[in-house]
């Protein structure tokens, strides 16, 4: 059965939940927030097919030559609701149009982020920008299946491991799937999320979020929560507090410090993310309202762009060279010192000053390694 000795080695995929033919295996959510699957012994026959399952147990080896380009949506408003350049949108839209369903991360009703489907052209809007959260994938990997199985084309999307749980799960190629992942950074816990977003509302109901916000423009990006009074939380993302502890590494899960899917030889068709550093590959691309950077890992991503081409301004760029800026493709997450600490004093302090401490305490410890290697080398 399924044994997680390591927390490093389970993305929280869901992938043996959804494949455990006696439903014997639930999900239970951690002290950090994360989920771990729980097997009942007492009703399991030991098939295997939960280890079978298992994307970090049985990574799929990808030769292919991926192709890269910078890319943004011809239509400003679209552009511009969305977290970078807006192709996911085109391609969503596509899928949807050809009578398909279209799977992603969303948030719910209480502003917690799950995955699930849509099949309207008017519910894409729930898909577009970045949530920095894990999302629960609940039993979406069965229900892509059984659309897969009825005919559907289907679109997922989703982090690499989470393609890589789908992708094992359904232990075949469907030639009506199309995957896409994201260059993921790791994903923060919900248990903080679920701190701040509390703080911040202090109790007025939410009835928005945006980790992107555009109103300074792509690069300067802000951090929007709107609520149902007509207020609205407003900071630049380089001074929020929730930001500032997500890409200084202090609460991602354990997996994202030694993440095993970064690589860019993917099991996804295509590739999405930030085109960080486009001014430096593509000046007649950047513009400041968000570019997109693509990466083509299958003959089937290449079709798919191609089929929005005409939506989309396009040039392609050299790999190598835009991966310098976007190194969150190959290299994971930095294993912050600090992120003890964080969780240690989650209920004991208020999530600003939590993060202020923990930040402020691993620069510290930062320069007390560099002094001491210093002093070694005199």
Same mark, same amino acid.
């Given at each position: 059965?399924?044994?997680?000795?390591?927390?490093?080695?389970?993305?929280?995929?869901?992938?043996?939940?959804?494949?455990?033919?006696?439903?014997?295996?639930?999900?239970?959510?951690?002290?950090?927030?994360?989920?771990?699957?729980?097997?009942?012994?007492?009703?399991?026959?030991?098939?295997?097919?939960?280890?079978?399952?298992?994307?970090?147990?049985?990574?799929?080896?990808?030769?292919?030559?991926?192709?890269?380009?910078?890319?943004?949506?011809?239509?400003?408003?679209?552009?511009?609701?969305?977290?970078?350049?807006?192709?996911?949108?085109?391609?969503?839209?596509?899928?949807?149009?050809?009578?398909?369903?279209?799977?992603?991360?969303?948030? &719910?009703?209480?502003?917690?982020?799950?995955?699930?489907?849509?099949?309207?052209?008017?519910?894409? !809007?729930?898909?577009?920008?970045?949530?920095?959260?894990?999302?629960?994938?609940?039993?979406?990997?069965?229900?892509?299946?059984?659309?897969?199985?009825?005919?559907?084309?289907?679109?997922?999307?989703?982090?690499?491991?989470?393609?890589?749980?789908?992708?094992?799960?359904?232990?075949?190629?469907?030639?009506?799937? @199309?995957?896409?992942?994201?260059?993921?950074?790791?994903?923060?816990?919900?248990?903080?999320?679920?701190? *701040?977003?509390?703080? @911040?509302?202090?109790?007025?109901?939410?009835?928005?979020?945006?980790?992107?916000?555009?109103?300074?423009?792509?690069?300067?990006?802000?951090?929007?929560?709107?609520?149902?009074?007509? &207020?609205?939380?407003?900071?630049?993302?380089?001074?929020?507090?929730?930001?500032?502890?997500?890409?200084?590494?202090? *609460?991602?899960?354990?997996?994202?410090?030694?993440?095993?899917?970064?690589?860019?030889?993917?099991?996804?068709?295509?590739?999405?993310?930030?085109?960080?550093?486009?001014?430096?590959?593509?000046?007649?691309?950047?513009?400041?309202?968000?570019?997109?950077?693509?990466?083509?890992?299958?003959?089937?991503?290449?079709?798919?762009?191609? &089929?929005?081409?005409?939506?989309?301004?396009?040039?392609?760029?050299?790999?190598?060279?835009?991966?310098? *800026?976007?190194?969150?493709?190959?290299?994971?997450? *930095?294993?912050?010192?600090?992120?003890?600490?964080?969780?240690? !004093?989650?209920?004991?302090?208020?999530?600003?000053?939590?993060?202020?401490?923990?930040?402020?305490?691993?620069?510290?410890?930062?320069?007390?390694?560099?002094?001491?290697?210093?002093?070694?080398?005199?």
């Amino acid at each position: 059965m399924i044994d997680i000795v390591d927390k490093k080695d389970c993305t929280g995929c869901w992938g043996c939940v959804n494949t455990c033919p006696k439903l014997c295996i639930t999900m239970k959510t951690d002290e950090e927030g994360f989920d771990y699957p729980i097997v009942d012994e007492s009703i399991c026959i030991k098939c295997k097919k939960c280890v079978k399952v298992c994307p970090v147990l049985h990574k799929e080896e990808i030769k292919n030559s991926p192709v890269a380009y910078a890319c943004f949506n011809k239509d400003e408003e679209v552009r511009k609701e969305s977290s970078s350049g807006g192709v996911f949108t085109l391609i969503a839209t596509n899928v949807i149009r050809d009578n398909g369903v279209v799977f992603g991360a969303r948030f &719910n009703d209480l502003f917690e982020v799950e995955h699930n489907y849509i099949e309207t052209l008017d519910d894409i !809007n729930l898909f577009r920008g970045s949530k920095y959260v894990q999302s629960k994938i609940g039993y979406t990997f069965t229900e892509v299946k059984k659309f897969l199985e009825d005919g559907k084309n289907v679109l997922f999307s989703g982090t690499p491991c989470q393609v890589g749980g789908l992708k094992s799960f359904l232990g075949k190629s469907y030639e009506n799937l @199309i995957c896409i992942d994201i260059i993921c950074h790791g994903v923060p816990s919900p248990l903080a999320w679920k701190k *701040y977003k509390n703080e @911040i509302s202090s109790g007025k109901k939410i009835i928005d979020v945006s980790f992107r916000d555009k109103t300074y423009g792509w690069k300067d990006y802000s951090f929007r929560m709107d609520f149902e009074d007509g &207020n609205s939380y407003f900071e630049k993302g380089s001074e929020n507090k929730y930001i500032r502890g997500f890409v200084g590494d202090i *609460y991602l899960r354990n997996s994202c410090y030694q993440c095993k899917f970064k690589s860019l030889h993917r099991q996804s068709d295509l590739t999405l993310a930030d085109f960080w550093g486009i001014e430096n590959i593509n000046k007649q691309m950047d513009d400041g309202k968000g570019t997109s950077f693509v990466i083509v890992n299958s003959d089937k991503g290449n079709q798919i762009l191609q &089929n929005i081409r005409k939506g989309i301004e396009i040039n392609k760029v050299d790999l190598n060279e835009s991966i310098k *800026y976007n190194m969150s493709a190959i290299k994971s997450s *930095y294993n912050n010192p600090r992120r003890k600490y964080f969780f240690k !004093n989650i209920y004991k302090l208020k999530f600003k000053k939590l993060v202020d401490k923990s930040l402020q305490e691993d620069l510290i410890v930062r320069l007390k390694i560099k002094i001491k290697k210093i002093i070694k080398f005199i």
